[in-house]
């Protein structure tokens, strides 16, 4: 059964920093892709970052590139989120994604404030 957990969310000023974790089971982590979402109330959910399975790939929304990197370790399924220098529009639930023959599977998400 696969299972992603997200955790490291919380509040955060605007240009602070959180590291966002996805623990992984279920399913052989090393050879999938591993994505990041987020969806702001009111929003479609829209994707943030993906690393594919070797992490020799990975692309970002043009709106957090510079400033969020994705990383994996896949001696032990987890992929993380570091994001820096945060910004009150991206106050959003954020979930952990991978896709499976054709399926996708979502976390739980972990809320992220950006406020003063």
């Known amino acids: 059964q696969v299972q992603l957990v997200e955790s490291g969310g919380g509040l955060v000023q605007p240009g602070g920093s959180l590291r966002l974790s996805c623990a992984a089971s279920?399913?052989?982590?090393?050879?999938?892709?591993m994505s990041w979402y987020r969806q702001a109330p009111g929003k479609e959910r829209e994707l943030v970052a993906r690393i594919t399975n070797t992490g020799g790939t990975i692309n970002y929304a043009d709106s957090v590139k510079g400033r969020f990197t994705i990383s994996r370790d896949n001696a032990k399924n987890p992929v993380y989120l570091q994001m820096n220098s945060l910004k009150p529009e991206e106050t959003a639930v954020y979930y952990c994604?991978?896709?499976?023959?054709?399926?996708?599977?979502w976390g739980q998400g972990t809320q992220v404030s950006v406020s003063s």
């Open positions: 279920g399913f052989t982590f090393s050879m999938y892709a």
């Open positions: 994604n991978v896709l499976i023959r054709s399926v996708a599977y």
